[in-house]
C-alpha cells in the first residue's frame, strides 16, 4: 500500500540553521531515498520550496480565485513528502520516523487511496 509522508517544519527555524546542518539533512534524506528503492519501497520524494512561492487556486460559483502565498498562517509549513511503498501503517511509521525533517518538525503519514482509471495504470 502506498502512504504519503508529509515532511512539516517551521521554514522560519530551519532558515535559521547553519548551512552545513541543512546539507547534511539533505543528504541524510537522499541517502534514506536510496536505502527505501532498494527495498523497493520508493516511489518519489521532493523537498518544497519555500511557502512564500505557493500560490492558490480556488473555484466557487465557477470563477477561479488565484492568491499568492500560503493560504493560511500556521507554526509549520508543508516542507516536502515522501511517496512510499509499505506493507502496512507500522512500516510506514517507521520510515517517517527516519525522515530528517521528524527531528526539527513532524510527518504526517496518509495512506494514499487506490483509485482506477489513471495515467500510466
Request: hydrophobic content about 40%; glycine content about 6%; charged content about 25%.
Amino acid at each position: 500500500m502506498k502512504y504519503l509522508l508529509l515532511v512539516h517544519h517551521n521554514e522560519e527555524s530551519f532558515s535559521k540553521m547553519s548551512e552545513e546542518t541543512r546539507r547534511s539533512m539533505l543528504a541524510e534524506s537522499i541517502q534514506l531515498c536510496h536505502r527505501l528503492h532498494e527495498k523497493k519501497q520508493y516511489v518519489h520524494a521532493s523537498p518544497l520550496q519555500p511557502v512564500a512561492t505557493a500560490t492558490v487556486v480556488q473555484v466557487r460559483d465557477g470563477k477561479r480565485s488565484v492568491t499568492d502565498g500560503p493560504f493560511i498562517e500556521t507554526r509549520e509549513q508543508l516542507a516536502g513528502y515522501f511517496l512510499v511503498d509499505a506493507a502496512n501503517l507500522d512500516e510506514a511509521l517507521d520510515i517517517a520516523g527516519r525522515i530528517p525533517g521528524a527531528r526539527i518538525g513532524a510527518v504526517e503519514v496518509r495512506p494514499v487511496r487506490e483509485i482506477t482509471g489513471l495515467p500510466g495504470e
